[in-house]
């Protein structure tokens, strides 16, 4: 299974929502803490762009010398229709500081050196060491996830309600694919009294890109079907 500071570090850099929380900017609107992009340096800070005359850069500036706490909230949402759709959630805190000089004009980058972080997802809930962080890698799949799992739910739902052969039960109605990464597929399954639970049939070797996973999902489909 992927770490839990594997997970983090893909949540933060993916395109899941994610919103900056600081002192400061407690009267903006949720939007305006929204960073127009997010990005992890070599040291593990993050590193988040906003316009210039957004409430977070002003709240970083004004604390000119001092380190600001800000907290980055991260909430990853099933690109498909399932019941319960967030899979998860990661909070990424520490000290928060402008960094001139790096965006283009009209906006201004700032710098979260990371001191905690914690992830709540379909794998459970960790804390994660910021040395850990930094050390990790982003999932290789995550920036085909969204694509495929809609992909695989339009065009190849029969392919996708076959896996229930592999459950070993036989009150399975429905399965949606909910989760991809390196290691497997998650699916969520509803059963014929209307309840909702998860599989997840594991990857015969971890893929590192795209093409590793159109063979992964290829024979994990025919065993489905034989």
């Avoid at 127009?36 to 988040?48: I, K, N, Y």
């Avoid at 910021?130 to 999932?139: G, I, N």
């Avoid at 969204?146 to 695989?152: G, K």
């Amino acid at each position: 299974m992927p770490s839990a500071a594997e997970r983090t570090r893909t949540l933060v850099q993916s395109t899941c929502s994610a919103v900056l929380i600081a002192p400061g900017t407690e009267g903006a609107r949720p939007e305006q803490l929204v960073p127009d992009a997010r990005t992890v340096g070599t040291g593990g800070e993050v590193f988040l762009l906003y316009p210039a005359d957004s409430p977070a850069v002003r709240a970083a500036t004004h604390a000119q010398d001092d380190e600001l706490p800000a907290v980055l909230e991260l909430t990853d949402v099933a690109p498909v229709a399932v019941p319960d759709r967030i899979r998860g959630r990661a909070w990424v805190s520490g000290w928060l500081t402008s960094a001139p000089g790096i965006a283009a004009p009209g906006h201004m980058m700032l710098r979260l050196e990371v001191g905690e972080v914690y992830v709540d997802d379909l794998w459970g809930d960790a804390a994660v060491e910021p040395e850990d962080f930094a050390a990790a890698r982003p999932d290789p799949l995550t920036g085909y996830e969204t694509e495929l799992l809609q992909h695989l739910a339009a065009a190849h739902d029969d392919h996708v309600q076959a896996l229930s052969t592999l459950l070993g039960r036989d009150d399975v109605k429905s399965v949606v694919p909910l989760a991809v990464d390196r290691f497997g597929l998650r699916v969520r399954c509803r059963d014929a009294a209307g309840g909702a639970f998860d599989a997840r049939f594991d990857f015969p070797t971890p893929v590192t890109d795209v093409h590793g996973l159109r063979r992964a999902m290829h024979t994990l489909f025919q065993a489905a079907r034989s």
